[in-house]
């Protein structure tokens, strides 16, 4: 189906042929009547549309919204109307938070009886619009293709982000010719500029989200719009000045696709450099400019950041770093920040930058590299990068022992001392949990981008399973390891039987110290006790997953890890490996976040 054919029958196969246009090869959904014609489109498609039914509808958003951080192409989940919804809404405000391009298709209670009380009746956008770049409804059916492909066009454009569309019954299942929507950012764009909505259809534009001639930056993908070279040139000028710069690189460098330039700025340029999000990986683990484990010693004695591809937020200190040295007063001087975005909404407000870019991150690595390597010519303290180096060395010398302890019960750095040993470069990675999750996040390093996925800034438990799903989906050949808190494993292992279902062995892991860690010790810190805290000690979560059709087993002794986890990895169907660890133990954090 290509530009310019003709579209007839039902609205579920104008939305499925304009879905398809963008790459859309699978259709996250749990089953309600209001959008039954989605199916019925994807199902008589040619070739047909895969269908992935899961038990929450929070999974489909989030194995929507996963396959989008995994493919960097968008993902589509479809929700029935009324709690279709709402219980996807945790997972929407995630893909908002983590910058991700999903589509959510909606039903909704049919126009011709609004207002009289219809079952599952309620106005969606209002409710989406907070954590949407729009969330709006389309109510004929002969404009329902070129809705579904705004929506794509929108969420893919940076700064990228979910776009919630609902389709009343009435225009749903309603039969419509029309013409195939024209693949026209712009035209859809400036129409909605010009008539402050989307066609006829009622649009909910939330605020730093405007289209294109508003505020909110929008930029088609694909389009170039590289940082100006003004402020290119500028961040290059205090690089050339800076003694002890880092680069810190985040999600949206690699979301953007500009992995493989900040690499090669960072090698050019010898920045030593800190990855959080999705940006871990893009220098490979052992990588010598990779200094995430010095990073409190980097940031503290650091004269310049630069931040790249993530927000300025608790993960990096509100953005505040340096303050090391002997000043009278006992503190140094605060570091000078630069922070790079991929679009101008991003760039942060609440702290002083000494300066700023926006825009397509390859070109501005690119032309990072080019303005600085002439420019950076040796005022940088030549001890710098060697003594971050040897910090991360003794970090690393320092873990040893813990990554192998025999203590028992189990310490929970010993599950990645064995995982660590088992996985291959291109291994998926997923955190869902507390503690057992931080610990991970620490100690396993990525050898590629694109091989981890955290919740992101959001901190949202439950996203496990959906995550676990698309990630199979989306790398059939690579190990999928999901790492789930016992507390976390609650929200989600239900769709385990989804991974049962379709075929999909995922490999879990679970830390299970019988409570909410994560809770249970800063609650204590704080009161003396805690409450609220405990949950069932060796509830057996593999047995869940046994009797949904997968397999597992119960691991109480460290010696029993890596046998249990390479049965695991063999099994060839989902399989749960549950590792009893120490409750007492807790994940050593400077912050909350709070
Ligand atoms: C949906 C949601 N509810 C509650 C929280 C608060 N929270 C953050 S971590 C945590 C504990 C997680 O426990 P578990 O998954 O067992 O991991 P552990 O810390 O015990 O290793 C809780 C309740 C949250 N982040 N998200
Ligand atoms: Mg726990």
Redesign the pocket.
């Known amino acids: 189906m290509g530009e310019g054919e003709r579209l007839s029958g039902h609205g579920g196969v104008h939305a499925v042929a304009a879905a398809r246009r963008h790459g859309i090869t699978t259709m996250f959904t749990l089953s309600g009547g209001h959008v039954f014609p989605l199916y019925d489109g994807a199902v008589k498609a040619q070739p047909p549309m895969r269908l992935v039914d899961v038990r929450h509808e929070q999974t489909a958003v989030f194995a929507a919204e996963a396959t989008a951080r995994l493919t960097r192409t968008p993902g589509l989940a479809v929700l029935t109307a009324g709690p279709g919804v709402t219980n996807g809404m945790?997972a929407v405000a995630t893909a908002h938070f983590n910058g991700a391009p999903v589509v959510i298709l909606a039903g909704r209670a049919p126009d011709y009886r609004w207002g009289s009380g219809s079952l599952q009746e309620i106005d969606h956008p209002p409710l989406l619009a907070p954590v949407t770049k729009r969330a709006s409804t389309e109510h004929e059916t002969a404009k329902i293709a070129t809705a579904v492909d705004e929506a794509f066009w929108l969420a893919t454009a940076r700064h990228r982000g979910p776009v919630f569309l609902d389709i009343s019954l009435d225009a749903l299942y309603g039969q419509a010719e029309a013409a195939f929507p024209r693949a026209d950012f712009q035209a859809y764009t400036e129409r909605d500029a010009l008539a402050g909505g989307s066609g006829g259809a009622r649009s909910v534009v939330p605020p730093g989200h405007a289209l294109a001639g508003g505020s909110g930056g929008v930029v088609p993908p694909g389009q170039h719009s590289g940082a100006d070279p003004g402020s290119i040139s500028q961040i290059a000028g205090l690089l050339a000045e800076a003694r002890r710069p880092v680069l810190v690189l985040g999600s949206d460098v690699w979301l953007d696709g500009a992995d493989e330039a900040a690499r090669q700025a960072a090698e050019e340029l010898r920045l030593p450099v800190i990855t959080n999000g999705q940006g871990r990986g893009v220098l490979p683990a052992g990588h010598e400019l990779l200094v995430t484990r010095a990073r409190s010693v980097a940031f503290r004695e650091a004269d310049l950041v630069i931040v790249a591809g993530t927000p300025l937020d608790f993960r990096l200190g509100y953005g505040e770093f340096g303050g090391a040295g002997s000043g009278a007063g006992g503190e140094g001087p605060r570091a000078q920040v630069v922070h790079v975005a991929d679009a101008p909404g991003q760039v942060a407000r609440h702290c002083p930058l000494a300066g700023s870019a926006a825009g397509d991150l390859n070109a501005f690595f690119t032309g990072l590299a080019n303005a600085a390597s002439t420019a950076r010519a040796g005022t940088a303290d030549a001890a710098w990068l060697g003594r971050l180096q040897d910090t991360v060395k003794a970090a690393v010398a320092a873990d040893a022992e813990l990554l192998a302890s025999d203590a028992n019960p189990v310490h929970?750095l010993r599950v990645y001392g064995e995982l660590g040993r088992l996985l291959a470069d291109d291994a998926v990675v997923i955190g869902?949990?507390?503690?057992?999750?931080?610990y991970a996040g620490k100690y396993i390093e990525p050898k590629r981008p694109g091989g981890w996925l955290d919740?992101g800034p959001f901190?949202?438990?439950?996203t496990g399973l959906g995550y676990g799903i698309a990630a199979r989906i989306a790398r059939p050949s690579a190990q999928v390891v999901l790492l789930?808190?016992?507390?976390?494993?609650g929200?989600s292992l239900m769709d385990a039987d989804t991974l049962v279902r379709h075929g999909l062995p995922v490999v879990m892991v679970c830390?299970?110290?019988g409570?909410?860690?994560?809770?249970?010790h800063p609650m204590r810190f704080l009161y003396g006790y805690d409450v609220a805290a405990d949950?069932q000690p060796q509830c057996r979560y593999d047995e869940v997953v046994r009797a949904l059709g997968g397999a597992g087993e119960l691991v109480t002794e460290p010696g029993q890890i890596a046998p249990a986890l390479q049965r695991a990895f063999d099994a060839g169907v989902p399989y749960l490996v549950n590792v009893v660890?120490d409750p007492e133990i807790a994940?050593p954090r400077s912050t909350t976040g709070i």
Do not use: I, Q, R
């Open positions: 945790s929970p869902d949990g507390g503690d057992f999750v931080s919740p901190g949202c438990l439950g789930l808190g016992d507390g976390a494993a929200f830390g299970n110290n409570g909410w860690g994560l809770e249970k949950l660890t994940y």
